[in-house]
């Protein structure tokens, strides 16, 4: 299955759901973005909303892939806690908004 990953890109942090693809031909890369869930801030909302809703907000690409409201429930941990569920750290900075 696939575990959470982070980019750094213009001082901002995106999440990804990455799976482990091993040794590729013709490539030195191991693993593949497989889901995209935004800026980090903004993915925890989203996460939190397809929880309460989970059967008409998750997405089907997620569900065809095999992931369920066990492993959606474990990457909000995961961001909330800045711990993985194997106790690695998940340095994750969530930045609130300026309230005018």
Known sequence: ??????VKSNGKQYIYLTEYIGNQKYST???H??????EVRM??????????????EFPEELKSLGYNADDLKVWIETIQTGK???GRKFGVTI???AVF
Do not use: D, P
């Open 1 to 6: 299955m696939g575990y959470l990953s982070q």
């Open 29 to 31: 890369k191991k693993e």
């Open 33 to 38: 973005h497989v889901y995209a869930f935004g």
């Open 43 to 56: 993915a925890l909302i989203r996460m939190r909303r397809w929880r309460r809703k989970f059967s008409s």
């Open 84 to 86: 993985t569920s194997n």
């Open 95 to 97: 930045k609130k908004r």
